[in-house]
C-alpha cells in the first residue's frame, strides 16, 4: 500500500472550493447581468415641481421614461451604467405632471410604476387615457342691426365657455370669412347678410375638441320713416249772398 502525502486532500479541497466559488461568482453575474429593467422608485416632489425616477437596467442600454398613460408624453432618458446597470432621470416642470410612469430599454423590455406622492394635477389618472377631450362653445347666435348710413358693423366672438373637463383649454382655432384671429373673443367687421364662424379648442396635453358653430345675421338698416305732411288746402274768400247769414265752405 502506497504512502498517500496527507496534503493532496487539503489541496483538492481547495482547489475544490475555489471552484465553487468561481462558479458562484459567475452564476451571480450572470443573474444581474439577465434581471432586465426596474423601476426601484419615482417620487414627484410638489416643492420642486419635479420627478425624480430610479431603477436598473441591462448594462449600456439606454432607457427611455414616458408618462405610462400617455406615452406621447416623453419625459426623459438615460443610459444604464455600464456596471451596475443603474440609472436615472430626473424631470423639472413636466406638463401635465404623470400619475404613472413607464420606462423601456433599448431592446423593448419595460416597466411600470405608479408616481409616489403624485401631483394632484397629475394625468391621465387612468389607462387608455382616461382623457376627456376639450369642448368647444363659440358662444349664442347673435342678430344684429345695421344703424342709418353705415354699411358694417363690428362683431364679437365668444370662445369663453370652451372648457376642458380635466385641464385646460391652451389654443383657440377659429375659421370663417372674414377668418378671425385665434384668441378667445376675437372681433370681426360683417356686413349686411348672415355669418359662420366655427371653433375648434385644443387643451393643455394636445388634444382637440369637436368643431362648434356660430350663426351672426346682419339685417340692413331700416328705411327712414318721414314724418307725414299736412296740407290743408288753399285758403278761400267767399261772400254771401243777399238775405244769407252763412253759408257752406268746403275745407280740402
Not at 448594462?59 to 432618458?77: R, T
Not at 444604464?80 to 404623470?98: D, I, Y
Not at 389618472?125 to 345695421?146: C, F, M, N, V, Y
Request: aromatic content about 4%; some cysteine.
Amino acid at each position: 500500500m502506497r504512502d498517500v502525502p496527507r496534503t493532496a486532500p487539503a489541496r483538492r479541497f481547495a482547489g475544490l472550493g475555489v471552484l465553487l466559488l468561481g462558479a458562484i461568482s459567475l452564476l451571480g453575474a450572470s443573474h444581474a447581468w439577465s434581471e432586465g429593467i426596474s423601476i426601484s422608485r419615482a417620487q414627484w416632489s410638489d416643492s420642486r415641481n419635479r420627478l425624480y425616477v430610479f431603477g436598473s437596467a441591462t448594462p449600456d442600454s439606454n432607457v427611455a421614461v414616458v408618462n405610462a398613460y400617455n406615452d406621447s408624453q416623453v419625459l426623459g432618458s438615460d443610459d444604464a451604467s455600464s456596471r451596475s446597470g443603474s440609472w436615472f432621470v430626473r424631470v423639472s416642470q413636466p406638463s401635465p405632471p404623470p400619475c404613472r410612469i413607464r420606462a423601456t430599454q433599448s431592446d423593448g423590455q419595460f416597466a411600470e410604476l405608479e408616481v409616489r406622492a403624485a401631483s394632484a394635477d397629475c394625468s391621465p389618472k387612468a389607462p387608455g387615457g382616461g382623457k376627456e377631450s376639450p369642448i368647444a362653445d363659440a358662444g349664442p347666435d347673435q342678430t344684429l342691426t345695421l344703424a342709418q348710413g353705415q354699411s358694417s358693423i363690428q362683431v364679437t366672438l365668444d370662445g369663453s365657455g370652451s372648457s376642458d373637463a380635466d385641464g385646460s383649454v391652451a389654443a383657440y382655432n377659429w375659421s370663417g370669412s372674414p377668418n378671425p384671429a385665434d384668441v378667445q373673443n376675437p372681433t370681426v367687421i360683417l356686413g349686411q347678410g348672415t355669418h359662420s364662424f366655427s371653433l375648434v379648442v385644443t387643451d393643455n396635453e394636445g388634444a382637440s375638441s369637436g368643431q362648434d358653430t356660430v350663426r351672426i345675421t346682419v339685417n340692413p338698416a331700416p328705411v327712414p320713416n318721414d314724418p307725414p305732411v299736412a296740407d290743408a288746402g288753399p285758403d278761400q274768400t267767399l261772400t254771401l249772398a243777399q238775405g244769407q247769414s252763412s253759408i257752406q265752405a268746403t275745407l280740402d
